[in-house]
């Protein structure tokens, strides 16, 4: 994922009035969201009609990759079939340099990780109704046959053939994994040309029809309130062999069994299986990683063809855990910025930042109380501070609330940002007394300025300042806000000392 994405108010003002141009009203707010690994803009927009838009924008002069991948992403959209779970496209603009998309606003957010079973399930419900969606002609012209993903991937067995030097294997860190030691790198190369083989095979079988999205991750994922999934982010989407013929394939074409070190944090000699939907009769879905060593296919499910290590793009995985564990460790040890004690400060909560560095080391955290907003709040806050946030519902628990109109009200959330601050907070059902937060601050401190202006900034969108974010007395900066929700902040820039 990228570290940061770009501002709507860093986006070219030529480009935000094309935004205004393409919604047919011009934009009065915006809430940049997080995550991704695209360099442009994310933004959730509102007009001044009143809609509430998603758009993302991309400029050469950012990345000029990022261009051609959007402008992909605008055709395939425009085609994708009304059935298929994914936001309504309502159109692109584009420029010499930059091109925007925008998307009906979708409710929801991404996945719990580690996965639960539940949200799974609605993930795989999701991909089979995908795949059971049919094309249009215009469709099957836009959208490519999967042999244009796989098949690069698939010839990586006759590139290591071709490698003068064994111990050289053709794989990059770019590829995300590469082989561990020179037991793999022999393994490997005494079975190339087996697999080459069995690989060209497994790309023509797996040849069709059906959508495929090709890009599946957590945070591609949107569950609704309603427990649905929804795809999104759809530039990487192929054709391919759709429906349950994956499950008559021959057991000759399954993924080899490769052990391979992935740089996103699996374990050495960690190997694949299909995963085992206890439901059985349901559709299409991906792998998860296993130490049994046997690959085992499931009702239903499609193997994948037999690729080298590097293949596994749009299956999901419970490798995503183990990049955000990364991720998280070295944002840390990158931004020092923490939630720390205010005690010189009346009326300040003493909040110190979230530790794993001990296993009995006690943790002191905001837990924020809200009648009905706690879903909002968390998500706002994961837009200002970004991170993992992770919801739990009264509903998923029997016997929680009188009401079961409250089954979707937050019982516990907690927000896992990549600086290590950890906030929490729930809502109050019927039949327990609400008491709104009094006399306490949640203080956000820190020497890293510009990051500490970014959060102050998104902080007091749709929110009351109570004293500026300016140089206080002391030296250094110091601001104080009530956000949108009610909550009182207090921010603070200390410079670093020399």
């Avoid at 193997?303 to 840390?332: C, F, H, I, K, N």
Wanted: proline fraction near 8%.
């Amino acid at each position: 994922m990228v570290a940061s994405r770009v501002r709507w108010e860093n986006v070219p003002a030529h480009v935000r009035d094309a935004v205004a141009a393409l919604l047919g009203s011009p934009v009065v707010h915006a809430v940049s969201q997080p995550g991704g690994f695209s360099p442009g803009s994310a933004d959730i927009v509102t007009c001044a009609d009143g809609r509430r838009v998603f758009v993302k924008t991309a400029t050469s002069d950012v990345n000029p990759e990022v261009v051609p991948i959007h402008r992909s992403e605008a055709v395939k959209a425009a085609v994708i079939p009304a059935a298929v779970p994914a936001p309504r496209f309502i159109g692109s603009a584009d420029g010499d340099d930059w091109t925007v998309l925008a998307f009906e606003l979708v409710e929801g957010r991404h996945p719990a990780v580690p996965w639960r079973k539940a949200e799974l399930h609605a993930v795989l419900d999701t991909l089979s109704s995908t795949a059971r969606a049919p094309l249009d002609a215009e469709a099957r012209a836009v959208i490519p046959p999967i042999r244009t993903g796989l098949q690069p991937l698939a010839d990586s067995w006759r590139q290591l053939l071709a490698e003068p030097e064994p111990a050289v294997v053709p794989l990059t860190e770019a590829d995300g994994v590469t082989l561990a030691d020179e037991e793999d790198v022999e393994w490997a190369v005494q079975h190339a040309a087996r697999w080459a083989d069995i690989a060209d095979r497994g790309v023509e079988l797996a040849s069709g029809d059906a959508l495929v999205h090709f890009d599946v991750r957590d945070d591609n994922v949107l569950l609704t309130p309603a427990g649905d999934a929804v795809l999104i982010d759809w530039p990487w989407a192929l054709r391919t062999l759709g429906g349950r013929r994956h499950a008559a394939r021959p057991r000759a074409i399954r993924r080899p069994r490769v052990r391979c070190a992935r740089r996103d944090g699996l374990a050495r000699g960690v190997r694949w299986r299909g995963f085992r939907d206890d439901r059985r009769d349901r559709g299409d879905h991906g792998g998860v990683p296993s130490r049994e060593g046997t690959p085992a296919g499931s009702a239903g499910a499609p193997d994948a063809p037999a690729l080298p290590a590097t293949a596994g793009r749009g299956r999901v995985t419970a490798s995503a855990r183990a990049r955000r564990l990364s991720r998280s460790a070295s944002a840390m040890s990158e931004a020092r910025v923490t939630l720390e004690s205010s005690a010189a400060r009346p009326g300040a909560a003493s909040v110190i930042p979230h530790s794993s560095s001990g296993a009995n080391m006690p943790s002191l955290n905001p837990y924020l109380s809200f009648q009905r907003e706690a879903r909002s709040a968390m998500q706002f806050y994961k837009g200002v501070f970004g991170g993992d946030l992770d919801i739990s519902t009264f509903g998923e628990y029997e016997g929680m609330v009188q009401d079961p109109s409250e089954t979707d009200l937050v019982m516990h959330a907690q927000l896992t940002t990549p600086d290590g601050f950890v906030l929490m907070a729930s809502d109050t059902p019927t039949g327990v007394e609400y008491r709104k937060p009094a006399g306490i601050s949640v203080s956000v401190s820190g020497d890293d300025e510009p990051k500490l202006e970014r959060f102050w900034s998104a902080l007091a969108e749709g929110g009351a300042v109570t004293m500026p974010f300016d140089v206080p007395p002391w030296g250094g900066r110091f601001g104080m806000l009530t956000d949108r929700f009610g909550i009182d902040w207090m921010v603070a820039y200390t410079p670093p000392q020399q």
